[in-house]
Nanobody, 115 residues
């Protein structure tokens, strides 16, 4: 069983920044891909950004140029730096880890961007 613990959500004004962190309870080298997803009110959960074990990244078009995902395998962590936040970024953000044995999710952290 892999546990993912998120931190760093909160309330910020439009144009501001937040940094989300996720710590995995297992050796990060066993995790193929780590990432962040979000679910806005009334919408389906969507991909925000992912990073592979080798460091390849993928971003949703809506966050390209504003968000940066980073992974430190030695610390079993993945962070999401979010800049130039917009009200439409308001959502619950979930950390995700994809292993050979399965997919795991964190409990989520709320991000609210006020206009």
């Amino acid at each position: 069983q892999v546990q993912l613990v998120e931190s760093g959500g909160g309330l910020v004004q439009a144009g501001g920044s937040l940094r989300l962190s996720c710590a995995a309870s297992t050796n990060s080298f066993s995790i193929n891909t780590m990432g962040w997803y979000r679910r806005a009110p009334g919408k389906e959960r969507e991909l925000v950004a992912t990073v592979t074990k080798g460091g390849s990244t993928n971003y949703a078009d809506s966050v390209k140029g504003r968000f940066t995902i980073s992974r430190i395998n030695a610390k079993n962590t993945v962070d999401l730096q979010m800049n130039s936040l917009k009200p439409e970024d308001t959502a619950v953000y979930y950390c995700n880890a994809l292993l050979v044995l399965g997919t795991y999710w964190g409990q989520g952290t709320q991000v609210t961007v006020s206009s």
